[in-house]
């Protein structure tokens, strides 16, 4: 946790100022029950009333002066910690950004979420609470124990007796309750994990009818964490009363012995009066020390949490000197590239070998699990491969930066995916400075012009989160436009005619054609029609190449591709 609070730097003239104005309070408190006991032996016992209003004055500015300095502790304080924790989001929100897929793959959604979210919600409440006690607590019991000691000496061993005896008791429970609060924040995670695949997949859970299996596993995580915090609050609850006990015998004793000294005549009473005060002063913040402890490291296990987000490095990044010196117009070359996933036993891809000129269309066709959005993902430098070369106008495209690879790319992935907003919002998310115009150009070029003036608002109509108000055709339709106008110089079509009927299909693919004349195509389809006047057909099959040409070529030479062939298409149309 140490480590997070460097980033507490902005704010050090901040985390001064709580310091100065929290020992000021800790003094002022330390100093009204001497006061309290100068009323007590000067005024009331003498009968001097101007005594009393005299020293009642000073406890009430003395006490005004502490309320104050309380109330700019506090105010310091969670401002300092609030701007840590914007701090750490922030620094965490980038991180996850700069993230490759397969660090997504690795760490998931779910706790990302809460680590961004919970876990430096636990830094800043805790970090309040530290720059609050941590030096209010010590002040207090050491100052208390000193004052206490000055107003009577002999009386201090009462004190000796009952802080050891409140040590081990919150000692006892504290180290019960560290290991359940640490285990919070993972039950959180669980919880975040069922609830967002519960609302993510609602359709297909009520179609499937698991609904009541869906809330069982909810209701398991969820009690999970319950029985977590009501075992807390069982030892809580026992923390209370004992702490109780134990300050209420010291009152008791100090009193009862006190009260012996008194009528001795060696004590005054209002030695006394300052006395149980004091001792109850040291006592309270012995409590708030253990409570530190308790709340700490469940603070630590957040930060530890938010550390390994902070650490992770992420395996694409840009080389520090990255090629400026290409130019061209989306040259794709592969160059006997190889590829597997992490923890996966078969390569996805093996020696892959083919060239994507511009002007011309590339298409990929292979069946489900060959490996066809995989080649994609490398192109657009989703994941690095294992060996050869992926080369974009003759350059590694580790070797530029990503930014610039993703700049010449118009990329409509296989699930098509939208963002709150309208549609016009949504077509713009491909090039921010595209004109009206250009807009409307690109959902023509889309086929998706007819449906959205239909719509009411037309490009002004609202998408909902995740797209759900619009056809899976129409979201394909949508992110089509968005990369056409980009205007890339690489256009990249991952399955995304595969929710189109045939003849939205064909005319797409005839508008497309227009428009992406001097550009590179790369085109992934299941559908024979979809590829069949591509310029060159590179047919996958669990991951390697197994021929590549036209489809007349293709014909002669692919035992695959005639399978796909005659698969879909009856004999005529074959020929
Ligand atoms: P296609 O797009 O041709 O249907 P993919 O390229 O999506 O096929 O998948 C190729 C292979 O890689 C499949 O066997 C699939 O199980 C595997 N695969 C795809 N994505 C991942 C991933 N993120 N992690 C591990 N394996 C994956
Ligand atoms: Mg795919």
Redesign the pocket.
């Known amino acids: 946790m140490l480590r997070l609070y460097k980033f507490l730097k902005p704010f050090t003239a901040m985390v001064i100022g709580v310091v100065i104005f929290v020992a000021c309070q800790a003094i002022g408190d330390l100093y009204l029950p001497t006061l309290m006991s100068d009323i007590i032996n000067d005024g009331v016992m003498q009968g001097d009333t101007s005594k009393i209003f005299h020293i009642g004055g000073v406890m009430l500015l003395v006490a005004l002066g502490a309320v104050i300095c309380s109330v700019l502790a506090s105010l310091l304080s969670s401002k300092a910690a609030a701007g840590l924790g914007e701090i750490i989001r922030s620094k965490v929100f980038r991180k996850v950004e700069s993230f490759s897929l397969h660090e997504f793959?690795k760490l998931g959604t779910a706790t990302l979420i809460t680590r961004t979210t919970n876990d430096i919600t636990q830094i800043q409440t805790v970090t309040v609470m530290i720059m609050r006690m941590m030096i209010n607590a010590p002040i207090m019991c050491v100052g208390g124990i000193i004052m206490a000691y000055r107003k009577d000496g002999s009386l201090t061993w009462v004190l000796g007796v009952s802080i050891p005896a409140l040590i081990v008791v919150i000692a006892i429970l504290a180290t019960r309750m560290m290991p359940l609060f640490k285990q919070v924040q993972v039950k959180i995670d669980r919880i975040n994990l069922v609830l967002r695949e519960k609302l993510t997949g609602i359709r297909v859970i009520r179609a499937f009818n698991t609904v009541a299996k869906e809330t069982e596993r909810f209701k398991e995580a969820n009690t999970d964490l319950t029985e977590n915090y009501i075992k807390v609050n069982r030892i809580m609850a026992f923390m209370m009363p004992s702490i109780m006990l134990i300050m209420n015998f010291t009152s008791l004793a100090i009193l009862w012995f006190g009260g012996l000294r008194i009528s001795e005549g060696s004590m005054d009473l209002g030695a006394l009066s300052a006395f149980t005060q004091y001792a109850m002063q040291i006592m309270f913040s012995m409590i708030m020390l253990a409570m530190m402890f308790i709340m700490v490291p469940r603070a630590q296990a957040a930060a530890v949490r938010i550390n390994e987000v902070l650490d992770t490095v992420p395996e694409i990044t840009d080389q520090e000197t990255v090629r400026e010196d290409f130019e061209g117009k989306g040259y794709v070359e592969f160059k006997d590239v190889s590829f597997s996933?992490h923890g996966?036993e078969e390569p996805?891809l093996r020696n892959i070998s083919f060239a994507a000129k511009p002007g011309e269309i590339t298409a990929i066709i292979?069946s489900?699990?060959?490996?066809?959005?995989?080649l994609i993902n490398l192109i657009t430098r989703f994941y690095d491969v294992q060996s050869g070369n992926v080369l974009v106008d003759g350059v590694d495209v580790r070797e530029i930066s990503q930014e610039a690879l993703r700049s010449k790319i118009g990329f409509v992935p296989q699930k098509a995916v939208l963002f709150s907003g309208t549609i016009a919002e949504n077509i713009k998310f491909g090039n921010d400075n595209a004109t009206d115009e250009e807009i409307k150009h690109a959902a023509e070029v889309a086929q998706a012009a007819d449906f959205i003036a239909t719509m009411d608002g037309g490009y002004d109509h609202e998408i909902a989160q995740g797209g759900t108000n619009v056809s899976g055709g129409q979201k394909q339709r949508l992110s089509i436009a968005r990369a056409l106008v980009r205007r890339p110089e690489i256009y990249i079509f991952d399955d995304s005619f595969s929710a189109l009927d045939f003849k939205t299909d064909a005319k797409l693919r005839a508008a497309l054609k227009k428009e992406t004349q001097e550009s590179t195509v790369i085109l992934v389809a299941q559908r024979v029609g979809t590829v069949m006047d591509a310029d060159r057909i590179i047919v996958l099959d669990e991951g390697s190449v197994v021929g590549m040409g036209t489809h007349k070529e293709l014909l002669q030479t692919c035992d695959v591709y005639r399978e796909i062939v005659s698969s879909q298409l009856s004999e005529e149309e074959i020929a």
């Not at 489900?368 to 995989?374: I, Q, R």
């Open positions: 793959d996933y996966a996805a292979g489900t699990g060959s490996g066809k959005s995989t």
